[in-house]
């Protein structure tokens, strides 16, 4: 069955350095997001893509953060300048209509 | 804005048992979906079960059904025979029917389930 990856699985950095979050959403899909998941808070949504576009932001996706479809798998989540409270669980998601898959998820730490 | 509430921060049920998960929701939407999300230790995010708020019968998937009441903005989980890999945070979820592009998705708090041998 086809599913969405995600890697690194973990990744510490320190404050102010850039991360690439990547992530292989399913092959037919349409739709891509990034969903963030702070220890013991609720998921929050960031950012969602089609067309090669960003469709919808979060306040929390600031100029800190972007998106990108380099080729036609991979879709990237780059943080510019992490700060503390960008640790989180970190989930990609594709979807062909309105059902989200989601990838095993990038636990985030910035120390 | 649409919000969603999970009233139940955690829950526990013995092993072959039956659950309820509450989950109400606020918003001015007619047509829309409704999710269950299954985030087990791994900390992967599984759909369990979804709902178009336009059907008026009930989702059901094998040991899991969904109690719908649109009315009442209400959308509860039932697990029969409740095992120990269910045994995760529930999170429920909702997007708008007509977003265009933007099919984000808005989410509850989540409950913890502990299904206890």
């Known amino acids: 069955e086809p599913e969405v990856t995600q890697t690194p699985s973990h990744q510490v950095t320190q404050m102010g350095q850039e991360v690439i979050l990547r992530c292989v959403p399913i092959?037919?899909?349409?739709?891509f997001y990034w969903y963030r998941q702070i220890l013991g808070q609720k998921v929050e949504f960031l950012v969602s893509f089609y067309n090669n576009e960003i469709s919808e932001k979060s306040e929390i996706f600031d100029d800190q953060f972007s998106v990108e479809r380099p080729d036609g798998s991979n879709f990237t989540l780059k943080i510019r300048s992490t700060k503390l409270e960008d640790s989180a669980m970190y989930f990609c998601?594709?979807?062909?209509?309105?059902?989200?898959?989601f990838g095993p998820g990038t636990r985030l730490t910035v120390t | 804005a649409q919000t969603v509430t999970q009233s139940q921060p955690e829950m526990s049920v013995q092993e072959a048992e039956t659950v309820t998960l509450s989950c109400t929701y606020d918003t001015s939407e007619n047509n829309y979906y409704l999710f269950w999300y299954k985030q087990p230790p791994s900390r992967q995010m599984i759909l369990v079960i979804r709902?178009?708020?336009?059907k008026q019968q009930n989702a059901t998937e094998n040991r899991f059904s969904v109690n719908f009441q649109k009315a009442a903005k209400s959308f509860s989980l039932k697990i029969s025979d409740s095992q120990l890999g269910d045994t995760a945070m529930y999170f429920c979820?909702?997007?708008?029917?007509?977003?265009?592009?933007?099919?984000?998705?808005?989410w509850g708090l989540g409950t913890s389930l502990a299904v206890n041998p």
């Open positions: 709902q178009e708020a336009y």
């Open positions: 979820a909702f997007m708008k029917h007509n977003a265009g592009n933007n099919r984000k998705l808005i």
């Open positions: 998601a594709s979807s062909v209509s309105y059902e989200q898959y």
């Open positions: 092959s037919n899909h349409l739709y």
